[in-house]
């Protein structure tokens, strides 16, 4: 898809990323996914993810980016994914970092809304809400509040599609800031801890929950050769990963 069309897209999307102008900052994470799953909106075919747990999925029917899966109520705000995947079983989420991980980051907050028994399937994911919400867990890298949400709206979507929901958190492990500053090693591998801390918190649960780098998978298409190892090459250069 042209990019004109791409950025309609985002134009048009509840974020606000063009009109606040974060999509044009060089640390914009929506920029990065933008042109990492645009790529293949209008050619959906070839996409294929191999996660580092070597779940593949491919066959894939339609790619969506800043996609909105609604909580099973009206009203309030609803998740918004980076990218949205569908295949013929499958209804796929991406949520995409790049630096957010290493910036500070507000109190998690949950609604009274969440409460609801709307939720089937979902006990680790709420049993992890309600032990965040009470301050018994905190993660200072991953925003595991927006994860939850986000998981909890692609069940919602799953009940209306009849697909099995999968959420995949997609990462970046950048060296420096853009302004030349380094990211502290330290930081990295904290995010990398919280995150093998959230997945075992959710283990088992409806929404199967994975976690990759874009260096692995930028790798994985690189394997795959033709449109999509260029592909991961242009995207490698230009954003430097």
Not at 96 to 102: D, G, Q, T, V
Not at 210 to 225: A, F, H, K, T, V
Request: net charge neutral; aromatic share 10%.
């Amino acid at each position: 898809m042209d990019r004109e069309s791409i950025l309609k897209i985002y134009e048009a999307a509840p974020g606000g990323e063009i009109r606040s102008g974060k999509f044009a900052n060089p640390a914009s994470s929506a920029a990065l996914a933008a042109n990492v799953f645009g790529w293949f909106l209008d050619r959906p075919e070839e996409l294929m993810i191999t996660t580092g747990s070597n779940s593949v999925f491919q066959n894939v029917q339609n790619v969506s980016l800043e996609a909105e899966v609604r909580f099973p109520w009206r009203g309030g705000r609803h998740p918004s994914l980076d990218a949205l995947i569908r295949t013929r079983d499958r209804v796929i989420g991406v949520e995409a970092k790049r630096y957010e991980p290493f910036r500070s980051k507000s109190a998690p907050v949950f609604s009274d809304a969440f409460e609801r028994d709307v939720w089937k399937g979902l006990e680790a994911y709420n049993a992890l809400r309600r032990t965040m919400k009470a301050g018994d867990i905190a993660f200072r890298h991953l925003d595991a509040a927006q994860l939850i949400k986000h998981a909890l709206g692609l069940a919602a979507e799953a009940d209306r599609s009849g697909l099995e929901p999968v959420l995949i958190y997609l990462y970046a492990a950048p060296e420096l800031w853009p302004d030349g500053r380094a990211v502290p090693p330290s930081q990295k591998i904290a995010h990398l801890s919280e995150i093998n801390t959230f997945n075992a918190a959710v283990a088992g649960d409806r929404v199967t929950f994975l976690s990759m780098s874009y260096r692995e998978l930028l790798s994985s298409w690189r394997q795959l050769g033709g449109h999509s190892a260029v592909h991961a090459d242009a995207i490698s250069s230009a954003f430097d990963l």
